[in-house]
């Protein structure tokens, strides 16, 4: 699994390798009893990965996950989530327009995964992306890229995540409403249905739309400086 996220932000996405050495690290990791020494030791990362993959091969088929690509290489600069400050919000894109631009993260990703295609036979690649991919993304090496869109999450389903993945409980002040008694305004909810009906009724879960990215970009504003969920850095105005 490789997260393409931190590894732009691990290496700012600036050496043409970094995408081939995390992937090499990535598959050393998991596999130590897979691989031996190499001999004579590679020159370089690249070199070293399509050893690794040909060591793989010897072993079966193997499954190679790219997760969170991006529409552009382009750094977002108005996010309020550290999880989707390498995703571009504009209209427009590299890839949406099929312009190859030289030297982005994302074109030295597409390469590696050539080269790492060519080289295995037995390799299958699964990518995750927030929009379909397009440009010189529509294909890897001699194989066709093939889109499955994934159905959204069942709207408890997603209230559950979102609840699971925020930094602090859940009070009646966030969603507006008023204890019953009194006597436990400062209780926190519990995970249940009250708490899913609150969640799902409520204005942030309008713009989530059921797409696990968003709904955990979202949870991960919710933390102990956040007074209300109604406060919500996305409802504000700045944040549409």
Not at 169 to 193: C, H, K, N, V, W
Not at 207 to 231: C, D, F, I, K
Request: glycine share 8%; with cysteine; hydrophobic share 40%.
């Amino acid at each position: 699994l490789l997260d393409y996220a931190a590894v732009v932000r691990g290496t700012g996405g600036d050496h043409p390798d970094a995408f081939a050495s995390a992937l090499l690290y990535e598959l050393r990791e998991r596999g130590r009893r897979a691989f031996v020494p190499d001999e004579p030791v590679p020159a370089t990362a690249r070199q070293a990965l399509r050893n690794a993959a040909r060591q793989l091969d010897q072993l079966g088929p193997w499954l190679l996950v790219v997760d969170g690509l991006p529409r552009s290489s382009r750094v977002r600069s108005g996010s309020h989530s550290p999880n989707s400050s390498c995703f571009s919000s504009g209209p427009s894109s590299d890839e949406d327009t099929g312009v190859h631009r030289p030297g982005t993260p994302l074109e030295s990703l597409h390469d590696v995964l050539n080269e790492l295609i060519g080289t295995s036979a037995r390799l299958c690649v699964l990518l995750t992306a927030r929009f379909p991919l397009r440009g010189h993304w529509m294909a890897l090496g001699m194989s066709k890229v093939v889109e499955v869109e994934l159905p959204p999450l069942l709207p408890d389903d997603a209230a559950r995540l979102f609840a699971r993945r925020a930094a602090r409980p859940f009070y009646r002040r966030d969603f507006g409403e008023e204890s019953i008694r009194g006597t436990d305004a400062g209780e926190p909810l519990m995970l249940d249905q009250e708490l899913i009906r609150l969640l799902v009724t409520s204005p942030l879960f309008g713009q989530l739309g059921g797409n696990p990215g968003r709904v955990l970009a979202a949870a991960a504003e919710v933390h102990s400086g956040l007074p209300s969920l109604l406060r919500h850095p996305w409802l504000l105005p700045a944040a549409v």
